[in-house]
């Protein structure tokens, strides 16, 4: 019989069965895991995300008895089961739902006695969706006030329908394209603030015919500007304003502003009135209507010498601040202030005059196409169309991003004054300093430089400055006839025209100064906050004016004895805005 007993197994042995046996047992239940957790996985794949709760507005200002309110949008692809109201950390009230995956819950909040001025009162809200899921706390704070909120009055998309005065006690917020049509006058009270809407691209249009009398003071000015609580504003909040004229350009008499918002220009009517900016603020407009089409803060459309233009700032809008599409409006005392892309731009045969601008740029805020203080064109093609874009300009201060060569700005920048097109603007008596490059006459597409030689287009009395120890010619690049102080495309384009020896012609007393402060400019000039827009006590600008050689001025220009926009009086004084995202504007 064989021997049926077990053999003792060898120790050795067993401990590596044993081993063996538990890593087996191991891995099966790492399987088992990776099969419950991909189970688990898919599943949780299947599911929608947690509800997430957004505010119309997060805060909110009001005295006693005063109303305030801010819309719940609620975002919950399971299925929204609750929406939980909180009162100073207390359950106020609990709305319920029927599983809609959107939805919108409109809160209304009206100031208790039992407050005093100062305190702050915050409202809590939670969604729970059907999976009893809780959405993260969003909170909207009330702040009791002294002084009551002005009411805001929604002013619908479409035509005003009527003369309409817009009261400095409301406040306006327009929706949409709001347009004056033909025989329309929209009156404007001092002191009026006017928003809009973000959701919507709320854009003031006036039409050829209709008026704007927008007629603000230096202690009440008019203000355009966002919706959007102070600190949260952005350029492009909202479109703009766009005036439409029937003054004459070189495209037609019926042409529509890039966009396609539908606002149609053109005329021959040279001394068309569409009535008054005066003493107004266009703030963090220029919301995007088409792929790279933006409103401009302040657009004008064939706009006709009877309009009025005085004391407007343009600030923080997403294009450019002042753009002139033909037409024969003349504008005083206006400022474009870190926008995003061209301070001011003319195209299409515009011929009006332009004396005290300033414009002041952010290094952080440039265009992709390129941003410029002045960009100027005949048209898009270079055309020879009539009437030539002829602008005059006197006493312009353009003051780039660049402060020092340690100042980081955006590579997009680019020049002081673009002109290029065929275009014959002229420019006087100015100051220019910060940017790459400080005069560009372009020609690749040509026109411009043999408008230089024939005298058409003019650059008289114009100082321009570097920055000290930028380059190796103080303007961010090596060749002054590249890159620096003055640049052409090619001497070939005209011959003739070599733009150092053109500039530097005697007559017409142009300057070139190693640095900005040669100039007596105030450094602070640079910063946001409250510039110093004057020169400093005997700057060389104070005396540097010469009207001998400026054939193109009329008695529309002030014959004052400086250069750039400024004396000793500073004229934006009172109602300019330096930094206008730190002001509430709903009182």
């Not at 047992?25 to 599911?47: F, N, R, T, W």
Request: hydrophobic share 35%; glycine share 10%; aromatic share 10%.
């Amino acid at each position: 019989m064989p021997d049926t007993k077990f053999k003792p197994i060898d120790k050795m042995k067993a401990n590596r069965f044993n081993v063996d046996l538990k890593s087996l047992l191991m891995m099966g239940v790492v399987i088992a895991g990776l099969a419950v957790s991909s189970c688990k996985k898919d599943d949780a794949d299947e599911q929608g995300a947690a509800p997430v709760i957004a505010l119309s507005q997060e805060s909110a200002t009001n005295s006693l008895g005063k109303t305030v309110s801010t819309e719940v949008s609620i975002n919950a692809p399971e299925g929204l089961k609750e929406l939980t109201i909180y009162k100073n950390g207390v359950e106020m009230a609990t709305e319920t739902f029927s599983n809609e995956k959107t939805a919108t819950y409109n809160f209304e909040y009206t100031i208790e006695s039992m407050f005093s001025t100062g305190n702050e009162i915050n409202f809590n809200f939670e969604a729970l969706d059907a999976l009893d899921r809780k959405s993260a706390v969003k909170t909207f704070r009330v702040t009791v006030s002294a002084i009551p909120a002005k009411e805001i009055v929604e002013v619908p998309e479409g035509d005003v329908p009527a003369n309409t005065v817009w009261k400095a006690d409301k406040i306006y917020r327009l929706n949409g394209f709001v347009r004056v049509q033909d025989g329309i006058t929209l009156t404007i009270e001092p002191g009026t603030v006017v928003i809009g809407n973000r959701a919507s691209k709320g854009t003031l249009i006036i039409q050829r015919g209709g008026r704007i009398m927008a007629d603000g003071t230096a202690e009440k000015p008019i203000v355009f500007t966002s919706e959007r609580e102070p600190g949260s504003r952005e350029p492009g909040d909202w479109g703009g304003i766009v005036i439409c004229g029937r003054a004459p350009n070189n495209q037609g008499t019926d042409v529509e502003l890039e966009g396609g918002y539908g606002g149609i220009h053109g005329g021959n009517i040279p001394d068309d009135n569409s009535g008054i900016l005066r003493y107004v603020r266009i703030e963090f407009a220029g919301t995007p209507i088409q792929p790279n089409q933006e409103v401009n803060s302040l657009t004008l459309g064939s706009v006709g010498s009877g309009t009025i233009i005085e004391h407007v700032q343009c600030s923080f809008g997403l294009d450019d601040s002042f753009e002139w599409f033909g037409g024969t409006v003349n504008a005083k005392h206006i400022v474009a202030y870190r926008g995003l892309d061209d301070d001011f731009d003319v195209d299409f045969g515009h011929r009006g005059k332009v004396q005290f601008a300033l414009s002041v740029r952010g290094g952080t805020l440039a265009d992709q196409s390129g941003s410029n203080g002045f960009e100027v064109d005949n048209d898009g093609a270079g055309s020879s169309l009539t009437p030539f874009t002829q602008s005059v300009f006197a006493n312009v201060t353009l003051i780039g991003p660049k402060k020092s060569k340690e100042t980081a700005i955006q590579p997009q920048f680019q020049h002081a004054a673009q002109l290029r097109r065929n275009s014959m603007i002229s420019i006087y008596n100015s100051f220019m300093t910060g940017y790459p490059n400080g005069l560009f006459i372009d020609d690749s597409k040509p026109g411009s430089s043999q408008h230089a030689l024939d005298g058409d287009l003019q650059i008289r009395n114009l100082i321009l400055a570097g920055v000290d120890g930028w380059g190796n010619n103080n303007w961010g690049g090596s060749s002054s006839n590249t890159n620096g102080p003055l640049k052409q495309v090619d001497a070939s384009v005209a011959p003739g025209f070599e733009i150092n020896a053109w500039y530097n012609t005697p007559a017409f007393k142009n300057q070139i100064l190693v640095k900005w402060q040669d100039a007596g400019v105030d450094a602070s000039i640079f910063d946001l906050g409250s510039p110093q827009v004057t020169p400093t006590a005997g700057s060389m600008l104070l005396t540097a004016a010469d009207w001998t050689n400026t054939p193109k001025t009329d008695a529309f220009f002030e014959k004052v004895p400086y250069a750039g926009a400024f004396g000793t009086e500073d004229w934006t004084e009172g109602w300019c805005e330096w930094n206008p995202n730190a002001v509430d504007y709903r009182y």
